[in-house]
């Protein structure tokens, strides 16, 4: 399957955006679909994640209460909704799909976006 991130951008502090993800050459629902970010100099970190039927989702305790994870398999998007935005949230977002049971390591998602940049002003 192939992944195409997109809805990053510039914002200020406490604004709102939503990434988006479309999948391609898959069966979307064959997957657990997750996001990560890097920020510089930091590692790759679990944001959220989604499971195949959309009934379970996952979220960091950085980002709980504050980012939605949602899908649309007939669509074949998955959609990450950032409310309140902090500088702390700048970094390359990343949406990815795994094709097993572990929702919160990178190492279990075989198949990665190319990344879309959020930048957060204070």
């Known amino acids: 399957v192939q992944l195409q991130a997109s809805g990053g951008g510039l914002v200020q502090a406490g604004d709102s955006l939503r990434l988006s993800c479309a999948a391609s050459?898959?069966?979307?629902?064959?997957?657990?679909m997750g996001w990560f970010r890097q920020a510089p100099g930091k590692e790759r970190e679990f944001v959220a994640a989604?499971?195949?039927?959309?009934?379970?989702?996952y979220y960091s305790d950085s980002v709980k209460g504050r980012f939605t994870i949602s899908r649309d398999n007939a669509k074949k998007t998955v959609s990450l909704q950032m409310n309140t935005l902090k500088p702390e949230d700048t970094a390359v977002y990343y949406c990815a799909a795994n094709p097993g049971t572990y929702y919160t390591s990178a190492r279990r998602y075989d198949y990665w976006g190319q990344g879309t940049l959020v930048t957060v002003s204070s």
């Open positions: 989604i499971s195949r039927n959309g009934g379970s989702t």
């Open positions: 050459g898959g069966t979307l629902i064959t997957y657990i």
